[in-house]
């Protein structure tokens, strides 16, 4: 099958596994893995921050960032369709004693006005707002990205209010390829940030935790509370550091593929979407019919498989083990689909 339901999907490669085999490895607890450690040094330098912290999840890695950004009783901002909010089973409530306050943003893209807009007052029955949560690039928004502008007009808010600034980088590798953005530059925005390196970048597992050298002690401490002290972690590690020399550049190629699908679903009055919107590896189009379920039946049984995101939307998403040939497959499915 094609699979095209997620980024998440994709399994380790011969390079990627040898690389794995290879590796050094020691009890992460004991902070003794070599591997795991000089991948937290790495990702660190290239976000410009103090240091990293390797986890199993990126929700663990977003829930460890409010936690160490908040108290309880505080406030997150946040658009609406965040993963934060939608995806991580009420994590922050239940870990962190946090309120979220969703936002209607553009796309998932929040604009400095309107996280000013959800600001409390300093009453004393008010939440106390702590942080803004930025999602980069946007899951439920399909794939848009910050600019440069809009990220610093949003840390000038920041300070200017006395909050933090947490991004959920579960993409922002797909971010930085398709804006040009460099990754230091995010590190100048965020008080923490979480990447992951299991979806485009497509190790089997793993995400990191960054953040300043004073929070550090806190994350370990906190991710051991919640059972995300691994042994020997070297061996993941191996597979993130892999994918970041291999997978990376390949992220624009993930890109152009899906643009290329975007435009071919654009020719097809089956279907609705705008391919200008389509920015890096994720593709949100409409079933016109509104037959969601009958569609992605008829894909499964071509050999495609895609995700339903909507009462009228279906979710295509690109990775480095989909390749040209396999776009043409689909193209080719879309056109039998309309032909007399």
Not at 41 to 54: C, D, K, P
Not at 122 to 130: F, G, L, M, V, Y
Request: aromatic letters at 6%; one cysteine or more.
């Amino acid at each position: 099958m094609i699979d095209l339901r997620s980024d998440t999907v994709t399994r380790p490669t011969p390079g990627m596994l040898e690389a794995m085999m290879r590796a050094p490895v020691g009890d992460d607890v004991f902070k003794e893995d070599p591997t795991a450690n000089a991948l937290q040094e790495r990702v660190a330098a290239l976000f410009g921050m103090e240091a990293g912290l390797f986890v199993p999840s990126g929700t663990m890695g977003n829930q460890l960032c409010v936690n160490l950004l908040t108290r309880p009783g505080d406030e997150v901002i946040l658009d609406k369709t965040a993963h934060i909010f939608n995806y991580e089973s009420a994590a922050a409530p239940v870990l962190s004693g946090v309120q979220l306050h969703t936002l209607p943003g553009e796309r998932g893209i929040l604009t400095p006005e309107l996280i000013e807009s959800g600001f409390r007052a300093h009453n004393d029955w008010d939440p106390r707002t702590s942080v803004i949560a930025l999602e980069n690039t946007t899951n439920k928004g399909g794939g848009a990205c910050y600019t440069r502008e809009n990220l610093t007009a949003i840390r000038r808010l920041a300070d200017a209010k006395g909050v933090a600034v947490h991004i959920d980088g579960a993409r922002i590798w797909n971010a930085h390829v398709a804006t040009g953005i460099p990754l230091a530059f995010f590190g100048t925005i965020a008080d923490t940030i979480s990447v992951c390196f299991s979806k485009g970048l497509g190790a089997p597992v793993g995400s990191m935790v960054l953040c300043g050298k004073d929070r550090l002690r806190d994350a370990y401490r906190r991710r051991k509370q919640w059972g995300g002290g691994m042994r020997q972690v070297g061996l993941l590690a191996a597979a993130a550091d892999y994918a970041l020399d291999h997978h990376l550049p390949l992220l624009a190629d993930d890109h152009r593929r899906a643009r290329q699908l975007a435009e071919a679903l654009a020719a097809n009055p089956d279907y609705e979407i705008d391919p200008a919107g389509v920015e890096t590896n994720i593709v949100l189009f409409d079933v016109r019919d509104g037959d969601v379920d009958g569609t992605l039946a008829r894909f499964r049984e071509k050999g495609v498989g895609m995700t339903r995101f909507g009462p009228r939307t279906i979710r295509a998403v690109f990775h480095h083990l989909v390749g040209d040939a396999d776009l043409e497959r689909v193209i080719q499915m879309l056109n039998v689909e309309i032909s007399p």
